[in-house]
C-alpha cells in the first residue's frame, strides 16, 4: 500500500482504454466542444475540453475537476446535465496528468500544478466572466487546494478575472481519514497511513482558508467516501456555504438520480453568487 499509494489513488488506468480514448465527435452531438491542450510550468501537456451548449457562450465559466478514475469523455453526460440547468454557462474540462490523453503521472503536487495551469487558461480564454470551481471527489480536493491557493496569494489589481464560488460534491477530509474509514483500526493500515503516506490532501484543514461561497453536494447513500466527511468539511468551512442532501443518490450519480434537484442546486447558486462579480477575487498570474 505505501509503494503504490499513487497507483491507488490516482486510477486514471481505470476503466481500461481510459488513458488514451479518443474523441469522437458524435459523443458531443448536443453541445458544442472543443479540444484544447495546455502545456504546465514543469512541462506536462494536458488535454481536454471546453464544452458549451452554443459557441461563444457568454454565460459563466465553470471548471470542473474529476475524481480519481476515468476520463473527460465520461463526464460528458455529466456535462449535459449541467448544461442543461445553466445553458449559457462554458464548462472547461481538461484532465490531470495522468488522466485522459495529458502527460505525465499523477501525485498531490503534480495536481495541485495542473489545477493552477488550469485556472489560468481559463482565465486567459474568459477574462470578463464569472468563474466557478466545480470539484467531484478526488477533484473535490483538487478544487479546495486550488480555492484556498488562490486566497493566500490574491492581489487586489485591474484584472477582471475572479472565482465566485466552489461546489464541492461528495469528497473526502483527507487520505488519511480515508485509509481509517475503510480499513479496521486493529489493521497495519492505519497505523501505515499515519506514518508513510505521501498524498495527504488535507481538505479539511485548507477548507478553512476560502472565503468564496461553496456549495456541498452530499450523497447520503455514498458507498466509497462516508456521509461524515462532507459533513466535516461543512463544519470547518468559514466561507458562506450551503449543504444539500440527497437521500437516493450515490458517489457517482447525483445528476442522474435526483437531476431535478441537482440542477436546481446549481442553477440557484450560480445565480446568486455572480453578484460577487462586482467584487472579485483577483488573481495572481
Avoid at 61 to 75: C, E, K, S, T
Avoid at 116 to 132: G, N, R
Avoid at 158 to 167: A, D, E, P, R
Amino acid at each position: 500500500m505505501v509503494a503504490f499509494q499513487n497507483k491507488l489513488i490516482y486510477m486514471g488506468y481505470i476503466p481500461y482504454g481510459s488513458r488514451h480514448q479518443p474523441y469522437v465527435p458524435v459523443i458531443s452531438q448536443n453541445f458544442h466542444v472543443r479540444e484544447q491542450e495546455i502545456v504546465t510550468p514543469d512541462k506536462k501537456k494536458l488535454r481536454g475540453f471546453i464544452v458549451q451548449r452554443t459557441p461563444h457562450a457568454k454565460g459563466p465559466v465553470l471548471v470542473y475537476f474529476q475524481g480519481n478514475a476515468g476520463n473527460m469523455i465520461d463526464r460528458f453526460d455529466l456535462f449535459k446535465v449541467i448544461l442543461d440547468a445553466v445553458p449559457d454557462l462554458t464548462i472547461v474540462g481538461i484532465s490531470y496528468r495522468g488522466f485522459g490523453s495529458s502527460e505525465g503521472s499523477a501525485t498531490e503536487k503534480g495536481l495541485m500544478i495542473d489545477s493552477k495551469a488550469i485556472l489560468d487558461h481559463t482565465l486567459s480564454l474568459f477574462p470578463d466572466q464569472s468563474v466557478y470551481l466545480y470539484g467531484h471527489s478526488l477533484g473535490g480536493s483538487v478544487a479546495i487546494g486550488l480555492a484556498a491557493q488562490i486566497e493566500k496569494t490574491a492581489t487586489q489589481s485591474s484584472s477582471h478575472s475572479h472565482v465566485c464560488g466552489l461546489i464541492i460534491e461528495n469528497t473526502y477530509t483527507s487520505i488519511k481519514d480515508m485509509v481509517q474509514a475503510l480499513y479496521p483500526r486493529y489493521s497495519p493500515y492505519p497505523y501505515l497511513a499515519k506514518k508513510f503516506l505521501w498524498n495527504h490532501w488535507p481538505s479539511k484543514d485548507t477548507i478553512r482558508d476560502i472565503k468564496s461561497p461553496i456549495l456541498f453536494l452530499s450523497s447520503d447513500n455514498d458507498e466509497i467516501v462516508p456521509v461524515e466527511h462532507m459533513h466535516a468539511l461543512a463544519k470547518e468551512a468559514t466561507a458562506p456555504s450551503t449543504f444539500l442532501r440527497f437521500k437516493r443518490a450515490l458517489h457517482m450519480d447525483i445528476y442522474s438520480t435526483e437531476p431535478a434537484a441537482y440542477k436546481a442546486a446549481l442553477r440557484d447558486f450560480i445565480a446568486t453568487n455572480d453578484i460577487y462579480k462586482d467584487e472579485p477575487i483577483q488573481i495572481k498570474r
